[in-house]
Structures are given as structure tokens and as C-alpha cells.
């Protein structure tokens, strides 16, 4: 199946430091997400991004589907953001179809 | 709308017990599925479903039986539960389960199977 592979594993930052948090995976996709899950467990869907750019707030994110990766981009970050990061995403195939392939996500940490 | 809502939050099993974790939406949406979620580690699909009786197979399916009778419900049950079947259990559900579909996923079940 296809891979998906998360960088960096952990990230510590400072309230109000920038980062980018990278996905890469293995072969063609027409669905990706990235999920925000909280200290608390829950998973919340960020952006549906197989390709192209977009922001909500102070997060942004870049498909480059024909390079097969993705970037998440967090600005001004702020204590809330902590959390893990993942990066999902369904193949083309047909014995792909339906099935979300997860990455094992970028641990945040951010201090105040 | 409720969303994606699972039941129990947290649940203690011994080994052997069987047990059904519940997973219900309110969005009319056709397509549901089950991940369980290992400590440091990302989702991984256990069985989902693309429509009211119809249901397949994902990465990590033994151990677990689905049914989908309604359009709403998607439960998982466990026959006979194991030490390894400890685990954060997701259910999620979207339009379709291609292209253009965000999932929405429940707030999860905690069980510990000792």
C-alpha cells in the first residue's frame, strides 16, 4: 500500500515561533488531509488538500501532488497548537479507494 | 447536528469478554469506517463500509466484525478480546470514500483489554 511518511516526529517550539511540519508519500493520491488530534484525543480535520495551497488563520497548507508531498505551515504559534499533526491520505488505486492511509504524525509541544 | 458519535468513552474488558463499541452518524453520510489508534502511532483502518449492508476489510481486521444495517449506525464488535486489542478506537464517516471527501471522525473509545 501506499506509504506516508511524517517529518520532523517532535517539534518544540516557542509561543509565537513559526514551523513547518512535512509529508511525504509513496504514490499518486486524489484525497489528503491533515488532522490537528488535541491533548485530549479528539481529531480534527484541518485541511483537504490532494493539491495546491490554502490558509485558514494563522495555518497554511501546500500540496505539490506531482512531487508527492505536503507541507503544514504554523504561524505565530500559540499553546493551543500543541498537540500531534497528521498527514492522510488515499491512492488512486482501485484497492486503495475509501481506505486513509495515516502517517505517524509530528508531536508539537509549545511553550509558553 | 451531532456529528460522528461513539459509545462508550472508556471501557475495561478482560481477556476473553466480548463487547460492541457503537458509532453512530447524523449527516446521512454513505461511507463509514473503524481505526484504532496505537501509542505513538497513526490510525490504522480496521473495516469500513460504503453503504447500508455492505462492508470490506482494512489493514487490520482480525479480531473484529462489522455490520451495517442502517445508514446511521457502523458498530464494531469484539468476539473474544485480547491483551492487544488495547487500543484508542476512531470511527469516522464522510460522503463517499474517494476523491473530494473529508472524513469526520467521532471522539474516540478507550479500551483496555487486561
Known amino acids: 500500500g501506499i506509504q506516508v511518511e511524517q517529518s520532523p516526529p517532535d517539534l518544540i517550539l516557542q509561543e509565537g515561533a513559526n514551523s513547518t511540519l512535512r509529508c511525504n508519500f509513496s504514490?499518486?493520491?486524489?484525497?489528503l488531509q491533515w488532522f490537528h488530534q488535541n491533548p485530549w484525543g479528539q481529531l480534527i480535520n484541518l485541511f483537504y488538500i490532494p493539491s495546491g495551497t490554502k490558509q485558514n488563520g494563522r495555518l497554511s497548507a501546500t500540496t505539490v501532488a506531482t512531487e508527492r508531498y505536503s507541507l503544514l505551515y504554523i504561524s505565530s504559534s500559540q499553546t493551543t497548537d500543541s498537540g500531534v499533526y497528521f498527514c492522510?491520505?488515499?491512492?488512486?488505486?482501485?484497492?486503495?479507494?475509501?481506505?486513509?492511509?495515516f502517517g505517524a504524525g509530528t508531536q508539537v509541544v509549545v511553550t509558553p | 447536528n451531532a456529528g460522528v458519535t461513539q459509545t462508550p468513552k472508556f471501557q475495561v474488558l478482560k481477556t476473553g469478554q466480548s463487547m460492541t463499541l457503537q458509532c453512530a452518524q447524523d449527516m446521512n453520510h454513505e461511507y463509514m469506517s473503524w481505526y484504532r489508534q496505537d501509542p505513538g502511532m497513526g490510525l490504522r483502518l480496521i473495516h469500513y463500509?460504503?453503504?447500508?449492508?455492505?462492508?470490506d476489510q482494512g489493514e487490520v481486521p482480525n479480531g473484529y466484525n462489522v455490520s451495517r444495517s442502517t445508514t446511521e449506525d457502523f458498530p464494531l464488535r469484539l468476539l473474544s478480546a485480547a491483551p492487544s486489542q488495547t487500543s484508542v478506537y476512531f470511527c469516522?464517516?464522510?460522503?463517499?470514500?474517494?476523491?473530494?471527501?473529508?472524513?469526520?471522525f467521532g471522539p474516540g473509545t478507550r479500551l483496555l483489554v487486561l
Open positions: 492522510a491520505v488515499v491512492g488512486t488505486t482501485t484497492d486503495s479507494w475509501g481506505k486513509l492511509q
Open positions: 504514490d499518486s493520491v486524489n484525497n
Open positions: 469516522a464517516s464522510s460522503r463517499g470514500g474517494g476523491s473530494g471527501e473529508t472524513q469526520y
Open positions: 463500509s460504503v453503504g447500508a449492508g455492505i462492508t
